[in-house]
């Protein structure tokens, strides 16, 4: 079980977009990388192919960032959290934020 999942509501620690908040797009296991969404976008130069239908130009792309530089927003303390695991009564295993104790995931 990750920390961060897709769909979480996130906020950069680090880096330019530090404070920023967005949802989690996509985990990429591997390289312990998140795409957020509008966070870390990069100017890309691609080359036009007609055989494909794309046009070229500069496009805005997100690029992935590093999971330590990312934390999990809480809704009742309004800041970032960090995430813990618990397990409850009935066996399932969870994620709660260190600060108030609330479960995370409902």
Do not use: C, W
Not at 11 to 22: C, Y
Not at 74 to 95: I, M, S
Request: aromatic residues 4%; without cysteine; glycine residues 12%.
């Amino acid at each position: 079980m990750r920390k961060i999942k897709k769909g979480d509501e996130v906020v950069v620690l680090s880096g330019r977009d530090k404070g920023q908040r967005g949802t989690v797009a996509r985990v990429i296991t591997e390289k312990d990388r998140v795409v957020v969404d509008g966070i870390n976008m990069v100017k890309k130069h691609t080359k036009a192919n007609p055989n494909m239908g794309i046009s070229g130009g500069i496009v805005d792309k997100e690029m992935p960032i590093h999971v330590s530089n990312v934390a999990i927003y809480n809704n009742a303390t309004g800041k970032a959290d960090r995430v813990g695991f618990k397990t409850l009564d009935d066996g399932r295993k969870v994620r709660y934020f260190k600060s108030n104790g609330e479960v995370v995931d409902a």
